[in-house]
């Protein structure tokens, strides 16, 4: 019985493991919007598309995101990473680091963001 329950510990460890990475992943989908169609969307400088977009990120950092449009001010957002609270399975059950490492014990909150674009001045 002692090996049986032993056994069922050791496979329990290894199976959760990484909690986070296995559920809620190393990436997350954020989806951009405006009150105005087609704004061009970067990400960190790159263009990621235009509004309505969405796109996968990793979880392990900050974002910069800029949104502009001819005729328009443009508007800088941070998004910034929180953490994820399936991780805590990881950390109390089996001291994993993984999650860490991955960054799966982040997320970034709100997974949607709309911004409103101001009229440049004339």
Do not use: H
């Not at 061009?40 to 977009?53: E, F, M, N, Q, S």
């Not at 974002?63 to 609270?85: C, H, L, P, W």
């Amino acid at each position: 019985m002692k090996k049986i329950i032993i056994a069922t510990f050791v496979f329990t460890t290894l199976i959760l493991t990484g909690c986070a990475t296995v559920i809620s992943g190393t990436s997350q989908t954020l989806t951009f919007n405006s009150d105005v169609e087609d704004v061009d969307v970067y990400v960190d400088g790159a263009l990621i598309g235009r509004t309505p977009v969405s796109a996968s990120f990793k979880k392990n950092k900050a974002q910069t995101v800029m949104f502009r449009k001819e005729g328009y001010k443009a508007v800088t957002r941070e998004i910034t990473k929180s953490f994820d609270k399936v991780a805590l399975l990881s950390i109390f059950w089996d001291y994993s680091t993984t999650d860490l490492i991955t960054g799966a014990v982040y997320e970034y909150a709100p997974n949607a963001i709309y911004v409103e674009m101001p009229k440049k001045e004339e």
